[in-house]
């Protein structure tokens, strides 16, 4: 699952070296969030279990926000995906 996950940094890849046979195109890139809500503990168990399974590091999350209900925070992980 996590390998179709590209991070998203500031840097820029450096490009794989042309040949001459033909080649497909690059695959696209595109953004995508994954919000996580619920209670603190719930919102920060969830992103822990993610972290174990290899998913995202913990510090990649946004801090807790709190949402409009009473006692529910929510946190997004911004990711690039690959398109084929």
């Given at each position: 699952?996590?390998?179709?996950?590209?991070?998203?940094?500031?840097?820029?890849?450096t490009?794989p070296?042309s040949?001459?046979?033909?080649?497909?195109?690059s695959?696209?890139?595109?953004?995508?969030?994954?919000?996580?809500i619920?209670?603190?503990?719930?919102?920060?168990?969830?992103?822990?279990t993610?972290?174990?399974?290899?998913?995202?590091?913990?510090?990649?999350?946004?801090?807790?926000?709190?949402?409009?209900?009473?006692?529910?925070?929510?946190?997004?992980?911004?990711?690039?995906?690959?398109?084929h």
């Amino acid at each position: 699952m996590s390998e179709e996950f590209i991070p998203d940094t500031s840097e820029t890849p450096t490009p794989p070296a042309s040949s001459n046979a033909p080649s497909e195109a690059s695959p696209r890139r595109e953004p995508i969030k994954i919000l996580v809500i619920g209670s603190p503990q719930g919102v920060n168990n969830t992103i822990h279990t993610l972290y174990k399974r290899d998913f995202a590091e913990v510090t990649e999350w946004s801090p807790l926000q709190p949402t409009s209900n009473p006692g529910e925070v929510m946190s997004v992980l911004r990711r690039q995906i690959r398109i084929h």
